[in-house]
């Protein structure tokens, strides 16, 4: 008994930690590729309800033709926490505000598509880009972490160990 419950105990520690380490504070933008056409507003749905590949919902677009904000569906984004430069950006969370997974830059007929590794939750992003083309940037869209599956297994792994613990405890109680 000692050991099935050190065991459960040792396999929900490793749950927890690949939970956490699922999620890592680096600064690095792969370019997944150039497409055709508009991202947001265009073939990843319309705002607020735009959704990268992966299901990574709209956090913020900024065009910079317009010099306007188009927000999704996170009421502690106001865009003050964006900044985008000639050629980078950096973000700047407050409490409960999103981590980037994915973000758009577009110019001209296309759009470049980068994947961030993401970050800790609360800890400032940054990252460089460049247009399709090298174009004159129309405008930046930042996108949304989707649960990772090793996060989701974590998660499930996790409570699957707490419900056995937890029966074993009742079933050790009812019996004394």
Not at 127 to 141: A, V
Not at 147 to 161: C, D, K, N, Q
Request: hydrophobic content about 30%; some cysteine; aromatic content about 10%.
């Amino acid at each position: 008994m000692k050991i099935l419950k050190s065991s459960l105990i040792t396999a929900g520690v490793l749950a927890s930690c690949l939970t956490l380490g699922a999620q890592t504070s680096v600064n690095a933008a792969t370019l997944e590729g150039t497409f055709p056409g508009n991202d947001c507003d265009g073939v990843y749905g319309t705002p607020p309800n735009c959704t990268a590949p992966g299901g990574s919902p709209l956090i913020y677009k900024f065009d910079v033709d317009n010099n306007e904000e188009t927000f999704g569906n996170f009421p502690t984004i106001d865009g003050t926490e964006f900044n985008v430069n000639n050629g980078s950006w950096t973000y700047t969370p407050g409490p409960g505000d999103p981590i980037i997974t994915n973000f758009v830059v577009k110019a001209g007929p296309n759009f470049n598509l980068y994947k961030t590794e993401g970050a800790d939750l609360g800890d400032p992003q940054s990252d460089n880009f460049s247009t399709p083309g090298g174009q004159d940037l129309s405008h930046i869209t930042f996108y949304d972490t989707v649960p990772e599956p090793m996060t989701i297994l974590g998660s499930v792994a996790a409570l699957g160990f707490g419900t056995v613990l937890k029966r074993q405890k009742n079933k050790k109680m009812s019996n004394q």
